[in-house]
């Protein structure tokens, strides 16, 4: 895969890590995560360290034009530096098509488990750099492979007014994937309703349920604070509502 890398931080070095990406793409990485970071230590100086690295990690889709002019799609989570700066570690693979339609396809969540074993074992030092690049490389061609096979799924997005909204989700015995427990942003200027979507999900940990966040553009400002900490209401989400029998994967 030409266009793939990874970004940010681990315990090994003092600074930045990073192979693969253009200096535009990392500018504009760096500024997401940043502003993430910033929104849930102003809010919860004395709890959001605990937070961010017991939270799960968060994979993602992003689409055409939000990014420079292609779609990306990749996962991210905690880490930290050699001298204790907290910043999150993210593999990041171009993609192409319609992004929605990795959410939930079987195979694009075994390639994205089957990364994130990857990115875990590069953030502890048990793998190189040029390890960890050409894993990356391997599951982002496999996704690009998949997606040219993969149905569209049904259309999951904000309402007009709304920045993003925001589900909880259920797996059942036999596998659906039920939506639950609908949160949804507003903000003082709506999002053009042209803006591309960026999706963004995750499959829970010890003390949160499993999420996926729809976002108009980019996720910026005071809100994406619940990425980090799971406190979606004191980041300014409301209550929203979802068809109880919404399935998002049958």
Known sequence: MEHCGYFGKRPLER????????AGMTDV?????????ASVQTTLPATWKKLYFEGPAWRFAIGPGLIGGTAW??????SVDAVGRSFPLAALMQTGGPVRRLLFDRSAEKALDSLELQLMAFIEAQITRKQFLSAIAEHGNSLVRLQEGIPSTS?????????ALRVSFARTDGEAILADDAMSLRGPQAASPDLPLSYWWQDGGTARPP???VWKGLPRGEGT???FSGEWRTFGWK???????????P
Do not use: K, N, Y
């Open 225 to 227: 604070g619940g990425f």
């Open 15 to 22: 600074d930045f890590v990073f192979d693969g990406l253009a």
């Open 211 to 213: 999420e996926l966040c």
């Open 239 to 249: 209550r929203g509502q979802i068809d109880p029998d919404r399935i998002l994967r």
């Open 155 to 163: 259309r999951l997005e904000p309402d007009a007014g709304e920045r």
């Open 73 to 78: 799609c990749g996962l991210l989570s905690a």
């Open 29 to 37: 990485w760096a500024g997401l995560m940043s502003d993430w970071l």
